[in-house]
């Protein structure tokens, strides 16, 4: 079974702070491992994802993401939070070998910039 | 870009009621869309899986003579919420994928339905 951990509800972090929102899966064989952004009233935005090669993976609006097999993790960061980020957050993981499967979802993080 | 439109955005209709809401993949075929439903401040609930052409997959506990799934073409899927209470106000969002693989999700902008 797939399955994806969001252990926070909410971050709260500075305008100029690094931010680090935290992801970990469970997937019987390789992940395919997806961040989503999610503003008031409106669907998800995809940011980036992780299929293979480089774990360190860079998407939309300054966001990158680190995939980490050992510790089964992909913690979404930005080095520099911007008031415009806050947002909810959805961390998404599908097993490779599912076919055309939907996306399980972590329940979410809510973060919050303050200027 | 793979854009997904969903309409109507927002609906409020009376209980007993029926309301459909529409969901189009703009500038590519999809013959698999989900459907999803939002709870406030929770995570997404997968509801169905819809196949052009086939029945609808639905999730456990959800009701499909309820929820009535209709993927008559490869780029339209409808969602009819049937005699609408409301315990069914929710926001509904509709998502589907250009291409299998790691391809990711495209997600409509969503409907919020109020049930008075």
């Known amino acids: 079974a797939q399955s994806v951990a969001q252990p926070e509800d909410q971050v709260n972090v500075a305008e100029g702070n690094p931010l680090t929102v935290k992801c970990t899966y469970s997937?019987?064989?390789?992940?395919?491992l997806f961040w989503y952004v999610q503003y008031p009233n409106r669907g998800l935005q995809f940011l980036l994802k992780?299929?293979?090669?480089?774990?360190l993976v860079k998407g939309s609006y300054g966001f990158e993401a680190e995939f980490n097999k050992s510790q089964t993790s992909f913690h979404l960061k930005k080095p520099s939070a911007l008031v415009s980020d806050s947002a909810l957050y959805f961390c998404?993981?599908?097993?490779?070998?599912?076919?055309?499967?939907?996306?399980?979802f972590g329940k979410g993080t809510r973060l919050s910039v303050i200027a | 870009g793979a854009v997904v439109s969903q309409h109507p955005s927002w609906v409020i209709c009376k209980s007993g009621t029926s309301v459909k809401i529409e969901c189009r993949s703009l500038?590519?075929?999809?013959?698999?869309m989900f459907w999803y439903r939002q709870f406030p401040k929770q995570s997404l609930m997968l509801m169905a899986t819809?196949?052009?052409?086939?029945?609808?997959?639905?999730e456990q506990g959800v009701e499909k003579d309820k929820f009535l799934i209709n993927h008559a073409s490869l780029t339209l899927s409808t969602l009819t919420v049937t005699s609408a209470h409301p315990e069914d106000s929710s926001f509904y969002i509709c998502?589907?994928?250009?291409?299998?693989?790691?391809?990711?999700?495209?997600f409509g902008n969503g409907t919020r339905l109020t049930v008075t």
């Open positions: 998404a993981v599908r097993d490779e070998g599912s076919g055309n499967t939907p996306l399980v």
């Open positions: 998502s589907a994928r250009d291409r299998t693989g790691g391809s990711p999700l495209h």
């Open positions: 997937v019987s064989g390789n992940p395919y």
């Open positions: 500038d590519f075929q999809a013959t698999t």
């Open positions: 992780y299929i293979t090669g480089d774990n």
């Open positions: 819809s196949n052009e052409g086939s029945k609808a997959t639905y």
